[in-house]
């Protein structure tokens, strides 16, 4: 059973940092990416990163400069997978989610990733 599972997550100021955490288990996604998406009260699920397991990186226009991600293969069965935050704006609130897809490629749309973590919470005061 494959299982994608986010911590990190909290209440933070304005101009704050925190890093979420996503581990997998269940299969390998060496051969893919994985991605982190948010989704603010009353909108829609939304791109925030994506990594692939050879390093490539894409960042949403919001959160160039301010968020990092990053990964590590612990074997082929276990990944994780962060996202480091920085400089956060009451903007960013919303639960991240951890994306997995088992093709190779970059993309931001929520149809290609193959399984979901069940999000973590992100709240940014002013």
């Known amino acids: 059973q494959v299982q994608l599972v986010e911590s990190g997550g909290g209440l933070v100021q304005a101009g704050g940092s925190l890093r979420l955490s996503c581990v997998t288990s269940?299969?390998?996604?060496?051969?893919?990416?994985m991605g982190w998406f948010r989704q603010a009260p009353g909108k829609e699920r939304e791109f925030v990163a994506i990594?692939?397991?050879?390093?490539?990186?894409?960042?949403?226009d919001s959160v160039k400069g301010r968020f990092a991600i990053s990964n590590i293969s612990k074997d082929n069965a276990k990944n994780t997978v962060w996202l480091q935050m920085n400089s956060l704006k009451p903007e960013d609130t919303g639960v991240y989610y951890c994306?997995?897809?088992?093709?190779?490629?970059?993309?931001?749309?929520?149809?290609?990733?193959?399984?979901w973590g069940q999000g973590t919470q992100v709240t940014v005061s002013s």
């Open positions: 994306a997995a897809r088992t093709k190779w490629g970059i993309t931001s749309a929520l149809r290609d990733y193959d399984y």
């Open positions: 269940g299969r390998s996604f060496s051969s893919g990416a």
């Open positions: 990594i692939t397991w050879s390093g490539t990186t894409r960042y949403a």
